[in-house]
């Protein structure tokens, strides 16, 4: 094959390639020290003696709070300076749900379990599966920062933390919302590796490669 019939095209910005790994980071250290928070003592599942320490994760409430309540602002403005980038760059089109994607969910998703063969026609830079994925993953980001506040100022902001359902249900939710993270992280890494170096490589250079 020669030179000409590849085509090297631009799939990701700079900006949403910067976010994007400064996102996975924040929030991988936002889970690790949520996780001492909760842990501090059995909140919602006990954990075996055995796994807490050799994690090492009881017994540092300080410690995952230093952490948590610093980072939360670093999470926040990212997350802020995305959204608005995708609002202004008119990106947000690309993973908005449109009517298309209720259609075509399930069929995305049968195809990609290769219980179908055929997949939806539709092209663009993601599928209805993505994009429900990809927002979703958005939403949960709102909804951690919104639930976590309202824990973290109960008093101040005592009308967000009723209108969550009060403390302890707000706490609840941002927990189940620790978990929505990591299963959208699981379904999100095995179809990266499923998707192979080309696209991995466009959220990392910027760039995918097309063979003509
Ligand atoms: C090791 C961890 C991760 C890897 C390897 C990874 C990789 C990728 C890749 C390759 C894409 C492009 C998908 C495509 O073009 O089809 C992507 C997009 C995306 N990822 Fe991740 N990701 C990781 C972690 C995360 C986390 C933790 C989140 C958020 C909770 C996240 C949210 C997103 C979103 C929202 C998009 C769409 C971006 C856009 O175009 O606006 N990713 N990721």
Redesign the pocket.
């Known amino acids: 094959m020669n030179d000409k019939s590849i085509i090297i095209r631009e ?2 910005s700079r900006l ?1 390639r910067y976010s ?1 790994w400064i ?2 980071s924040l ?1 991988s250290i936002m889970v690790w020290s949520g996780i001492l928070i909760y842990w501090a003592n059995d909140a919602y599942i006990k954990i075996p003696n055995s796994i807490a320490e050799t994690f090492s994760i009881r017994f540092r409430l300080a410690e995952g709070m230093g952490w948590h309540f610093f980072i939360m602002w670093a999470f926040l403005f990212n997350g802020l300076i995305y959204v608005n980038y ?1 609002i202004i760059s008119g ?1 947000w089109r ?2 908005a749900p449109n009517r298309k994607t209720f259609y075509e969910v399930i069929p995305v998703i049968l195809h990609e379990l290769k219980i179908k063969k055929s997949g939806p026609v539709t092209i663009g830079k ?1 599928n209805a599966a ?1 994009r429900l994925a ?1 927002t979703g ?2 939403l949960m980001g709102l909804g951690s920062v919104l639930t976590g506040i309202a824990i973290y100022k109960p008093v101040t902001l005592g009308w967000l933390t009723n209108l969550l359902g009060g403390y302890k249900a707000a706490r609840f939710e941002h927990f189940l919302l620790m978990i929505g ?1 990591f299963l ?2 699981i379904v ?2 095995i179809q ?1 590796a499923r ?1 192979g170096w080309n ?2 490589r ?2 990392l250079a910027g760039y995918e490669i097309e063979k003509d």
Do not use: D, S
């Open positions: 799939k990701h949403l994007h996102n996975f929030l995708m990106e690309t993973i993601f993505q990809y993953a958005i993270f959208f992280f999100h890494i990266v998707a696209n991995f466009a959220m």
